[in-house]
């Protein structure tokens, strides 16, 4: 721990540690601040991410600075950071429920609303991106090119979600909510303040 951090210790909250240790994400406050999951993260390295700094904030009790930053929505989850982690602090799961908390408060509406429009895919195809989505100025030509490389790699020409797992996955979200979630988002009905650009 760096002497900043050790001078602050006195001035630390635990209040968002300890609602992500209710939601079962534990070691957060093992982490060392050695960088490692900085120096390895995908997100990190093409935008403002960095969870030392989102870290530091928690530790701090700045709970309005961390939930309605834009740097929270940049992880991808892919969970490098976490194999990389002498602590093993799971930075993933502790992301997901700073975004929940964010929700809950009232940001990240326009972000969501991005992510629903890849939910609305799943709810009606199976799938979260189609070929159009790749170039939205021509999306016949983007199927196109999708049906050529997938008879290049020996594939079908379009990939095609059975009707019995659609059925499936349509059960799964009505129960779990996630249907009237992405509904609500994608008709504005949904009332979310604009997260902050800078951190």
Not at 80 to 103: D, G, H, N, Q, W
Request: charged letters at 25%; proline letters at 4%; glycine letters at 8%.
């Amino acid at each position: 721990m760096d002497r900043v951090s050790v001078l602050l210790a006195n001035k630390w909250k635990w209040s968002l540690l300890d609602e992500a240790k209710r939601w079962g994400v534990q070691r957060i406050e093992e982490c060392l601040s050695c960088g490692a999951c900085v120096g390895s993260c995908p997100a990190a390295r093409t935008s403002s991410y960095n969870f030392r700094k989102i870290i530091r904030d928690v530790m701090l009790g700045n709970e309005e600075k961390v939930l309605s930053s834009r740097e929270i929505w940049y992880c991808f989850y892919c969970f490098y950071c976490t194999s990389k982690c002498p602590s093993m602090v799971e930075i993933p799961y502790f992301i997901m429920r700073l975004r929940r908390m964010a929700m809950e408060r009232g940001y990240g509406g326009g972000i969501l609303r991005v992510l629903a429009l890849t939910s609305s895919n799943l709810l009606k195809h199976g799938v979260s991106v189609l070929p159009s989505d790749y170039d939205k100025m021509n999306p016949t030509g983007a199927e196109e090119a999708m049906v050529k490389l997938r008879k290049k790699l020996g594939l079908p020409p379009v990939m095609k979600v059975s009707e019995k797992a659609l059925g499936e996955l349509k059960t799964i979200f009505e129960e779990t909510g996630f249907e009237g979630e992405v509904g609500k988002l994608l008709s504005g009905k949904g009332y979310f303040k604009e997260v902050s650009e800078k951190y």
